[in-house]
């Protein structure tokens, strides 16, 4: 057994695959084709769920099943208003892990996962916020840093995986954000991870159904094109999205002003408003992935992307880290050694 095994082995027991490499669920681009690829290769792919209705759902899980017989899982928003039928259509495929994202779950969401007999995965920003859910029923947690695409946290990995890593140690924790090379994923199984979770990376490959043109703004833009968005009004929140920098990142802005301006003209309530700007980032994604106008839509990357410069299979992908991984390893036990 090589040393990467023997510090990945309690993540891939976990997920039941050969490498400890998750997917992060990108909605629009985690489908049947990239994530049975990726769970093809040894790793765990993950079906973005967004806001898919159970029907949906049901065919997607369907032919991902067509595609491979290895595990992967479903991550579901706590928020979505059929979160229970979602839960039954999982178990009626029998999916083997559920990750929740988007928030607390509700216990009765928590008992129905269980009841299925699946493994639940959740996110944690805190540490106090991680032993609550372990305590909840919570089989693994995954701890993302603000380096990632999409919505994020304000916090960075380097820090959440020193307060979290220590003190949760009941179950497996997965850490996510800004990881694009193998190195690095020998550095946080070290520090005492189970496992990892990518997306950027996975995001342009060649199994991914993404547009050309979503990819390839991937493989100009550097670390500091990947920006996070800016919250204009304090009474509309906006939990930020780290994205490549183009016409859609002003026209967001844009957008907050004049629903705050709506507010103010009594036009809409703040819920209202609320929903408003959260619509316009689901429209702007899909303008990016799947239309290919990545000017004016959102296109979501983490600050990895900088590490991404040609479109590989996620086979090779996973491969290449897997090797960067070991070698990384390796070269500390020869140093030890002499």
């Known amino acids: 057994m090589t040393r990467l095994d023997q510090l990945s082995a309690r993540g891939r027991d976990?997920?039941?695959?050969?490498?400890?490499?998750?997917?992060?669920?990108?909605?629009?681009?985690?489908?049947?084709?990239?994530?049975?690829?990726?769970?093809?290769?040894?790793?765990f792919g993950v079906i973005a769920c967004g806001?898919?209705?159970?029907?949906?759902?049901?065919?997607?899980?369907?032919?991902?099943?067509?595609?491979?017989?290895?595990?992967?899982?479903?991550?579901?928003?706590?928020?979505?208003?059929?979160?229970l039928e979602l839960i039954a259509v999982c178990a009626k495929h029998k999916v083997s892990h559920i990750v929740l994202a988007g928030g607390l779950p509700s216990g009765a969401a928590?008992?129905?996962?269980?009841a299925a007999g699946a493994k639940l995965m959740c996110f944690a920003p805190t540490a106090a916020l991680a032993k609550k859910l372990v305590r909840s029923g919570v089989d693994a947690i995954v701890i993302e840093?603000?380096?990632?695409?999409?919505?994020?946290?304000?916090?960075s990995l380097g820090v959440?995986?020193?307060?979290?890593?220590?003190?949760?140690?009941?179950?497996?924790?997965?850490v996510a954000g800004g990881i694009g090379r193998g190195a690095a994923i020998a550095a946080w199984l070290e520090m005492g991870a189970s496992g990892v979770q990518l997306g950027t990376r996975f995001a342009a490959s060649s199994d991914s159904v993404a547009h050309p043109n979503f990819k390839k703004a991937f493989f100009r833009a550097s670390a500091r094109d990947a920006v996070a968005s800016v919250q204009i009004d304090p009474r509309l929140p906006v939990i930020p999205v780290r994205a490549l920098k183009n016409a859609g990142t002003e026209a967001f802005t844009a957008k907050q002003r004049e629903v705050a301006a709506a507010v103010d003209r009594g036009e809409m309530d703040l819920a209202a408003g609320q929903?408003?700007?959260?619509?316009?980032?689901?429209?702007a994604l899909r303008r990016a992935v799947v239309d290919g106008?990545?000017?004016?839509?959102?296109?979501?990357?983490?600050?990895?992307?900088?590490?991404?410069?040609?479109?590989?299979?996620?086979?090779?992908?996973?491969?290449?880290?897997?090797?960067?991984?070991?070698?990384?390893?390796?070269?500390?036990?020869?140093e030890s050694a002499a």
């Open 14 to 43: 976990f997920l039941g695959t050969r490498h400890a490499i998750m997917a992060g669920a990108m909605t629009w681009v985690s489908e049947r084709h990239l994530v049975s690829a990726i769970s093809n290769a040894g790793g």
């Open 51 to 83: 806001s898919m209705t159970p029907e949906l759902l049901d065919a997607e899980i369907a032919a991902t099943k067509a595609l491979t017989d290895k595990p992967f899982g479903v991550n579901l928003i706590t928020l979505h208003p059929a979160m």
């Open 110 to 114: 928590i008992e129905a996962i269980k």
């Open 145 to 155: 840093g603000s380096e990632a695409g999409g919505h994020i946290g304000p916090v």
């Open 160 to 174: 959440l995986a020193q307060e979290i890593l220590p003190v949760i140690t009941d179950v497996p924790v997965f």
């Open 275 to 283: 929903l408003a700007i959260e619509h316009y980032w689901a429209g």
């Open 293 to 334: 106008d990545v000017e004016n839509g959102s296109v979501m990357a983490g600050q990895s992307v900088g590490m991404v410069t040609t479109e590989q299979s996620a086979a090779d992908i996973i491969a290449e880290l897997v090797a960067e991984a070991e070698a990384a390893l390796s070269s500390r036990t020869f």
